[in-house]
C-alpha cells in the first residue's frame, strides 16, 4: 500500500515551509509591534504557558538539568522532565537572554513544523493510495477543524471557557500545536512515525523490529510521557480488532492460518515497542507517585475534556464520512486498517477516562479520523467527491478565524502580550545582580513573567505549577493590600523562605502596604515604578 514518495516531496516541503512561515508571521508581528515602551513575551496565545516555557529554558541558561518548576517556594528534588527546553537554555547566554530564549523556542517550534507536516504525510500514505488524498489528509491534519467556526454566530460551548474545541485543544486536532506548542509537535509526530513503524512489513524478528521502533516512543517519552500510554492503548485495541476480523473468517482455513501467524508476528512487535517505551512512563508513575511536591502539582494539574457534545461539534464534518470509510475498510483484508478503527473507537474511553490530564489522552485522534473519512470520500461516487472534500475542509474556517484573531491580538500591544519596558529593565536588574534562583515575591501576574526574563523562584505565577495556589494567592494578595501587620508579613516571608520583594504596579494596592518603610527591607532598586527590596531580618542601626 506504500507509495514511493519523490513525486510528492517537492509539494511536502514546499507545504512545510508554508507552514512554518504562516505560523510564524504573528510573533515576528509582535516584535515589530513592540516599539520602545514595551517588551514583547514572544508569544500569541497561552500567555501563561508560554512564559513557563521559557522560565524553563532560562532554569537551563542558568545551570539546571533537571527540572524545578520556578513558580513555587517549596522543596523539589527536580525531576526528568521538558527537557528539550532545559537544552535548548544552555545554547542562550550573554546579552538580550529572553530574547535568545524566545528565538530558540521558536526554532523548535520550526522544527516541529516539519517533523509534524513529513510525518503525518508518512502516516496517510500507508493508508491513501491516491497521492491527491495524501496531501488532503496532511492538509486537514494540519489546519482541519469541525464547526467551531460557528463561535462567530453565538454558538458556545460547554469546554473551557465555552470556547471551540479548536480555539484550545491541541491534542483534538493539529494546528495548535505547529501554532504554539513545539514539544507536541514533536511528540505527535513521534507517536505517527512510531506507529508507521508497527504498521511496517517483517520479515523475522518481529520483536526486534517493534523493539527498534519503541525508540522513537521512547524519545517521544521526553516531549510528552503520557502520550505512550495512549499509543499502547492504540496498540492493544488494534490488535484486539484484527483478531475478531480474522476470527471471523475463519472459514477460509488457509487465510486463516496465514494470518494468524501474522497476527501473532504483530504482537511481537508490538510488545518490542511497548518494552522499549515503558522505562519513561514508569519514571513518569513512580515520580509522581513518590515526590510530594510532583504529587502536589498533578492534583491541580486539570486538563479535562469538555463535554461530549463539543466533541460531535468539532468531529462533525467528517464524521459521516469516517463511518463509511471504517465499514469499508472493515470488509477489505487491509489489516492495517485496524489500527485506525481501534484508535477512534477506542477515544471515548480515552477522552473521559478518569485522570486528571484526561483531555491530553486521545492525543492524534484526528488524524485517524481524517485518514477514515478521506477513505469514506473515496468510497463515493464520483460526482460526490468533491462537494464531500468541500464539507470536511470547511473545518478550516475555524482555524483561519483563529489565525485572524491572532494577527489581530498582536496587533492590540495589549497585556499580557507585552510588558512594560520599565518592567523588563527591573527584571534584568534582578537577572544581572541578584544570584539565580533566590525567591522573589511578586504578585500572581508579575510572578508569572518575571522568571521567563529573570531566573528567580517565585511564591506564586502558574495555575499548575504553583503548588497551593488556592491558599496562597489569598495570602499574598493581602500581603500587598494590608498597609500594617509586620509580624504577619516577617512571618509569610520566613515561611516561603523570601529573598526579594518586587514591587510594582501590580503590587501597588492604593492604601495598602508601603515596603519603603518596612525595617525588614532593604532597597536595591527604584526606576520608573519599579522597586525591589532585599529581605533583611538582622536588626537594624
Known amino acids: 500500500m506504500v507509495i514511493n514518495r519523490d513525486n510528492s516531496r517537492r509539494w511536502l516541503w514546499g507545504f512545510a515551509i508554508f507552514v512554518a512561515v504562516a505560523t510564524t508571521l504573528p510573533y515576528v508581528l509582535g516584535y515589530l509591534n513592540a516599539g520602545t515602551q514595551l517588551a514583547y513575551s514572544g508569544f500569541v496565545i497561552g500567555v501563561e504557558d508560554g512564559n513557563s516555557y521559557i522560565a524553563k ?42 530574547a535568545q530564549l524566545v528565538a530558540l523556542f521558536h526554532l523548535f517550534r520550526i522544527l516541529g513544523c516539519f517533523l509534524f507536516v513529513f510525518s503525518t504525510f508518512d502516516f496517510c500514505r500507508i493508508f491513501l493510495e491516491d497521492q491527491r488524498l495524501q496531501k488532503w489528509g496532511t492538509v486537514l491534519a494540519t489546519f482541519g477543524g469541525g464547526l467551531g467556526w460557528l463561535a462567530i454566530f453565538g454558538l458556545k460551548t460547554g469546554g473551557y471557557e465555552q470556547l471551540p474545541l479548536e480555539f484550545y485543544s491541541p491534542e483534538s486536532f493539529g494546528f495548535l500545536g505547529v501554532f504554539s506548542l513545539p514539544h507536541l509537535a514533536v511528540a505527535r509526530a513521534l507517536l ?9 512489513p517483517f520479515q523475522d524478528k518481529p520483536f526486534l523490529q517493534g523493539a527498534k521502533a519503541g525508540l522513537l516512543w521512547l524519545l517521544l517519552g521526553f516531549m510528552q510521557p503520557l502520550t505512550i500510554g495512549s499509543g499502547w492503548a492504540v496498540l492493544g485495541t488494534s490488535i484486539v480488532l484484527w483478531f475478531v476480523q480474522i476470527w471471523s473468517r475463519r472459514s477460509d482455513k488457509t487465510w486463516f492460518a496465514n494470518a494468524l501467524t501474522a497476527w501473532r508476528g504483530r504482537i511481537k512487535v508490538a510488545a518490542g515497542m511497548v518494552m522499549v517505551s515503558s522505562p519513561m512512563v514508569l519514571y513518569n508513575f513512580l515520580a509522581f507517585s513518590l515526590d510530594p511536591f510532583l504529587e502536589g502539582w498533578s492534583q491541580q494539574n486539570l486538563i479535562l475534556s469538555p ?25 477489505t483484508d487491509q489489516w492495517q486498517f ?59 474556517l475555524t482555524t483561519l478565524i483563529f489565525y485572524v484573531g491572532s494577527l489581530w491580538t498582536v496587533s492590540s500591544q495589549a497585556a499580557p502580550l507585552f510588558i512594560p519596558r520599565a518592567e523588563a529593565n527591573a527584571y534584568a536588574y534582578l537577572a544581572d545582580h541578584i544570584p539565580a534562583f533566590s525567591t522573589v515575591l511578586a504578585s500572581y501576574k508579575t510572578g508569572n513573567s518575571l522568571p521567563a526574563w529573570s531566573p528567580m523562584r517565585v511564591v506564586i505565577g502558574h495555575g499548575p505549577e504553583s503548588v497551593d495556589l488556592a491558599v496562597l494567592k489569598p495570602q499574598v494578595d493581602a500581603f500587598f493590600a494590608t498597609p500594617d501587620d509586620n509580624t504577619g508579613k516577617i512571618e509569610f516571608l520566613s515561611r516561603q523562605s523570601v529573598d526579594y520583594i518586587f514591587f510594582g504596579p501590580d503590587e501597588q494596592v492604593p492604601g495598602g502596604w508601603n515596603p519603603a518603610e518596612s525595617p525588614f527591607l532593604r532597597m536595591l532598586y527604584a526606576q520608573d515604578g519599579y522597586s525591589i527590596f532585599q529581605v533583611d531580618f538582622s536588626p537594624q542601626p
Open 338 to 396: 485496524s489500527v485506525l478503527i481501534g484508535w477512534v473507537f477506542i477515544f471515548p474511553a480515552l477522552a473521559y477516562f478518569p485522570y486528571p490530564l484526561q483531555r491530553r489522552l486521545p492525543e492524534g485522534v484526528w488524524v485517524a479520523w481524517i485518514i477514515l473519512g478521506l477513505t469514506g470520500v473515496k468510497a463515493l461516487r464520483r460526482r460526490w467527491q468533491k462537494p464531500a472534500l468541500a464539507v470536511i475542509a470547511s473545518g478550516m
Open 192 to 200: 505517527l512515525w512510531g506507529l508507521a513503524a508497527f504498521l511496517a
Open 57 to 98: 529554558m532560562l532554569s537551563g541558561t542558568a545551570g539546571d538539568w533537571l527540572f524545578r518548576t520556578p513558580y513555587t517556594a517549596g522543596d523539589q528534588k527536580g525531576f526528568l522532565a521538558f527537557l528539550p527546553y532545559l537544552l535548548l537554555g544552555k545554547l542562550a547566554g550573554g546579552e538580550a537572554v529572553h
Open 307 to 331: 463535554p461530549p457534545g463539543d466533541y460531535l461539534l468539532a468531529y462533525g464534518p467528517i464524521l459521516p464520512f469516517a463511518v463509511i470509510g471504517a465499514v469499508r475498510a472493515w470488509k
